[in-house]
């Protein structure tokens, strides 16, 4: 992208005060776009920010808007999975674009990935924007992220969560996933992720221990590991028990400690103050053993060992 460029705001889930979207877009204008959303964008249906068939034609419109060059969701909440049914009829815009959000935006992450064959952004939504809470240096590796095609972030000090980690490795693929109840909400439907050869990113709020351990195992008997290369852990927070006690990390350690494949927890991406952004479905290279890390790439073509 450059400066100046079109940034098309939507919301596929659930609804936000109309003063977070104004102060989100003046936001992005401070950073040198030009912003565009639909009048009509926030008219909720109860937890929803409009009806299903508006917000399906508010993504279509979007997605293959010629004049637009980023998409990026206001909230997340619930609700893109169930536009995904008319999602998955689209014929692929003929115009690629960058798709921004995180949270409930995993169900479009997944399409946009698989079907459509694009990269996407996994990143912080328009409300966060609008709240402030990104650091300095979070909001300029953002505006990097968007800016230079050349970008890459390296998420250095990974922590190795089984031994399969520890076996001095590298691991070239592309990452994949997102949110954890979104991404279990999607298995056996045509928008369940395809994790063979790829690294599983997951992250979670809210949800206690025995909750995660329930995604995680459906996940395993869903086959979503058997083939996968790695597994990376982000932010996993706010699951406390009634008594205040966190089984979260806990219940994290003893799932994969038997998995056969690298799993690593440290990633700063997911719910909690620092959101990095982090490429979805281009070149990433996870380093295991001695000194673990990932590298992610903004684009895949351009970042390929050159033979």
Request: aromatic fraction near 8%.
């Amino acid at each position: 992208m450059q400066k100046g460029d079109l940034i098309e705001i939507i919301a596929p889930g659930s609804a936000a005060p109309i003063e977070i979207l104004e102060q989100g877009v003046q936001t992005l204008k401070s950073w040198g776009y030009e912003v565009t959303y639909s009048p009509d964008l926030l008219k909720p249906e109860m937890y929803l920010a409009n009806s299903d068939e508006y917000r399906f034609e508010s993504f279509k419109k979007a997605m293959t808007n010629k004049e637009s060059k980023a998409v990026w969701c206001l909230r997340g909440g619930y609700g893109s999975i169930r536009i995904l049914p008319q999602i998955e009829e689209m014929a692929v815009p003929k115009n690629k674009k960058l798709l921004i959000g995180f949270s409930d935006i995993t169900s479009l992450h997944a399409v946009i990935n698989q079907k459509w064959k694009w990269p996407s952004l996994h990143a912080s939504l328009i409300d966060r924007l609008k709240l402030g809470k990104l650091t300095p240096e979070n909001t300029a590796e953002l505006q990097a992220s968007l800016l230079n095609i050349e970008f890459s972030a390296l998420f250095k000090n990974l922590k190795p969560l089984n031994a399969a980690a520890k076996r001095n490795k590298k691991i070239t693929s592309s990452v994949i996933g997102g949110n954890l109840v979104v991404l279990v909400s999607s298995i056996g439907t045509p928008s369940q992720i395809n994790t063979k050869d790829k690294i599983i990113f997951l992250e979670e709020t809210g949800e206690r221990g025995y909750r995660v351990d329930r995604c995680l195992q459906q996940m395993k008997q869903a086959g979503l590991f058997d083939q996968a290369a790695a597994v990376v852990l982000g932010d996993f927070i706010n699951g406390l028990e009634s008594d205040g006690k966190d089984m979260v990390p806990d219940t994290l350690k003893n799932f994969f400690a038997n998995l056969k494949i690298p799993t690593f927890s440290g990633v700063q991406a997911g719910h909690a103050e620092i959101q990095r952004p982090l490429f979805f479905n281009t070149r990433s290279v996870l380093t295991c053993g001695e000194a673990p890390q990932m590298l992610i790439y903004s684009d895949y073509e351009i970042h390929k060992p050159r033979k």
